[in-house]
């Protein structure tokens, strides 16, 4: 797993360093400084936005007594776009951008969606057949009968 990790870090790195050099012959070091520069400011400024919108639309959520899970999401993908717009580099502030507009974050929050509803199960329920808090089908709530009868401490 870490040899994955890594082998994918410094892949995106060599390919962002690619990206820059190759953006750097083509438009000359000012301008690709420009671009670069330019898009990390303006990401910034609208992740700062969007991470205000989506707090204020939790706030509102939470109370209304519902569980702002889009938010959550949304929240996320927000920080993620942050973070990749603070690193120099294209490629990163392509991605960063695409995750701060809300048309193209919808789109990427529809397809994390279904590849975690394909992957995670809630006990004998996937996720798309469980209720709002992991219950039974249809959101209602079983209730199961049980009741003590010893208890012991046991020492591994």
């Known amino acids: 797993m870490i040899?994955?990790?890594?082998?994918?870090?410094f892949g995106y790195i060599i390919l962002e360093m690619t990206l820059l050099i190759t953006l750097g012959r083509a438009l000359g070091l000012f301008w690709t400084l420009a671009l670069v520069l330019g898009a990390g400011f303006a990401g910034a400024w609208l992740a700062r936005r969007e991470g205000l919108r989506s707090t204020l639309r939790?706030?509102?959520q939470l109370a209304a007594g519902a569980f702002p899970a889009a938010e959550m999401t949304d929240g996320v993908l927000i920080a993620i776009a942050a973070v990749?717009?603070?690193i120099p580099g294209?490629?990163?502030?392509v991605?960063?951008?695409?995750?701060l507009f809300p048309p193209t974050r919808a789109l990427i929050k529809?397809?994390?969606?279904a590849k975690f509803a394909k992957v995670a199960t809630i006990g004998r329920f996937?996720?798309?057949q469980a209720g709002p808090a992991g219950g039974a089908p249809g959101g209602g709530d079983r209730i199961i009968e049980a009741r003590v009868i010893e208890?012991?401490?046991v020492d591994e």
Request: proline share 0%.
């Open 3 to 9: 040899q994955t990790l890594l082998l994918f870090v």
């Open 126 to 128: 996937t996720v798309d």
């Open 58 to 60: 939790m706030r509102n």
């Open 110 to 113: 529809a397809a994390l969606a």
């Open 90 to 93: 294209v490629l990163g502030d």
């Open 151 to 153: 208890t012991r401490v």
């Open 84 to 86: 990749l717009l603070i």
């Open 95 to 99: 991605i960063g951008l695409a995750l």
